[in-house]
């Protein structure tokens, strides 16, 4: 059974920092796009970071951020683990929103959009406030 599970959400003061994981079950996220998206009341989900598949004989992957974190978040993953982070650096309240991490179908092309992955997580919830 293919499960996707976030955590590390949590209550932070603006200018602060936290880290998200994703831990995939039943799938294996070296061979896939991988993503967070995030969604806030009344907004559509949106792609925060995306990283293209990786795999035997590759070195590199291609990543994509959302300009409006460009510079304080960071992607990252664990292949071993099979474990997908976000490092967030200097929170805003405008980041508040519940965080999802999602998967591709296996070597999908980089696209950093909600309709091109299809295996999501339950989301973990990131509030920014004083």
């Known amino acids: 059974q293919v499960q996707v599970v976030e955590s590390g959400g949590g209550l932070v003061q603006p200018g602060g920092s936290l880290r998200l994981s994703c831990t995939a079950s039943?799938?294996?996220?070296?061979?896939?796009?991988v993503g967070w998206f995030r969604q806030s009341p009344g907004k559509e989900r949106e792609g925060v970071s995306c990283?293209?598949?990786?795999?035997?004989?590759?070195?590199?992957?291609?990543?994509y951020y959302a300009d409006f974190v460009k510079g304080r978040f960071t992607i990252s993953r664990d292949n071993a683990k099979n474990t997908l982070y976000l490092e967030m650096n200097s929170l805003q309240p405008e980041d508040t929103a519940m965080y999802y991490c999602?998967?591709?179908?296996?070597?999908?092309?980089?696209?950093?959009?909600?309709?091109?992955?299809?295996?999501w997580g339950q989301g973990t919830q990131v509030t920014v406030s004083s």
């Open positions: 999602a998967a591709t179908t296996p070597r999908a092309a980089l696209v950093c959009v909600p309709s091109k992955f299809g295996t």
């Open positions: 990283q293209d598949w990786t795999g035997p004989g590759t070195y590199y992957a291609g990543t």
């Open positions: 039943g799938l294996s996220f070296d061979v896939r796009t």
